[in-house]
């Protein structure tokens, strides 16, 4: 019997072979913030509202409650001589510690912001979307 596209075991294979594959694209992926939630401010004398921070990265990828992330800003710099864009630069911005983990989203609150004097000129010197997060050493 000849296999065609399309045939059982050519779909099968094809199948095995995906499901195979799929994973080595999710290891290079970047894992980012994608949302940011802020509690309601509702005016009460000395209360925060708390601001929380999605990733989508969770227990599927190593992250735990009390997980310590590392927050990234990637920035495209720009060659004024060539007027070209040259290259992005990454750099560490602040942490982030994880108060809540799914399999592949985590919630977590800000820990610190880096000392500026420690890191390149930014604007906002906050996180934000949009983000670079791993997880800490």
């Known amino acids: 019997m000849k296999n065609k596209l399309g045939s059982p075991l050519v779909n099968r294979l094809l199948i095995a072979a995906l499901a195979v594959a799929a994973p080595v694209q999710a290891l290079g992926a970047d894992f980012t913030v994608y949302s940011v939630y802020k509690g309601l401010d509702l005016g009460n004398p000395g209360e925060v509202p708390q601001k929380d921070f999605y990733v989508n990265m969770g227990s599927a990828n190593g992250v735990r ?59 906002p010197r906050a996180v934000m979307v949009g983000d670079l997060v791993k997880l800490g050493d």
């Not at 290259?87 to 602040?94: H, L, M, N, W």
Request: no cysteine; hydrophobic share 40%; glycine share 4%.
């Open 65 to 123: 409650n009390g997980s310590i992330l590392q927050v990234i800003r990637k920035v495209a710099t720009y060659d004024v001589t060539s007027q070209k864009l040259y290259k992005d630069v990454s750099f560490q911005i602040a942490t982030l510690k994880v108060i809540h983990t799914e399999g592949n989203a985590a919630i977590a609150r800000l820990e610190k912001v880096l000392d500026p004097e420690l890191t390149p000129a930014t604007t």
